[in-house]
């Protein structure tokens, strides 16, 4: 018997022009930091200590995306420093991959909600 899953919420950061755009000097981390500041924001009555992981897709995890770009993102946009977060290189359908395998975790009962992007 597999859970339901659902997505509640989307959201995403502006589009500007590379190389030369507006965010050029804003580092991947820091934008996607600001995401997850903002679904905490427009989510305040959720306990994001209950937070089950954060799945997030890099296709080019090197240089200023290296490391673990969720895991860094995560803690500076709050999160409990107990919420787990990895990083999925798929390149193309990296964003795609982190929502299948957040909803697979969610499905089979292993974690009751998750952040998932890319």
Same mark, same amino acid.
């Not at 905490?40 to 994001?48: A, E, G, S, Y």
């Not at 895991?71 to 795609?96: E, H, K, Q, W, Y």
């Given at each position: 018997m597999y859970n339901n899953v659902y *997505?509640?919420?989307?959201?995403?950061?502006?589009?500007?022009?590379?190389?030369?755009?507006?965010?050029?000097?804003? $580092?991947?981390?820091? $934008? $996607?930091? @600001?995401?997850?500041?903002? !679904?905490?924001?427009? @989510?305040?009555?959720?306990?994001?200590?209950?937070?089950?992981?954060?799945? *997030?897709?890099?296709? !080019?995890?090197?240089?200023?995306?290296?490391?673990?770009?969720?895991?860094?993102?995560?803690l500076l946009g709050g999160l409990p420093d107990t919420v787990p977060a990895m990083t999925i290189n798929r390149f193309c359908s990296s964003g795609v991959e982190t929502i299948a395998t957040a909803a697979a975790s969610i499905a089979n009962g292993e974690i009751d909600m998750a952040f998932a992007g890319g």
């Amino acid at each position: 018997m597999y859970n339901n899953v659902y *997505i509640i919420d989307s959201l995403r950061t502006p589009v500007g022009k590379a190389p030369r755009g507006v965010f050029k000097d804003v $580092l991947p981390d820091d $934008l $996607l930091a @600001h995401c997850i500041r903002a !679904m905490c924001q427009r @989510h305040n009555q959720v306990d994001w200590q209950q937070l089950g992981d954060v799945v *997030i897709g890099c296709a !080019m995890p090197e240089a200023e995306q290296g490391m673990n770009v969720a895991r860094i993102a995560a803690l500076l946009g709050g999160l409990p420093d107990t919420v787990p977060a990895m990083t999925i290189n798929r390149f193309c359908s990296s964003g795609v991959e982190t929502i299948a395998t957040a909803a697979a975790s969610i499905a089979n009962g292993e974690i009751d909600m998750a952040f998932a992007g890319g």
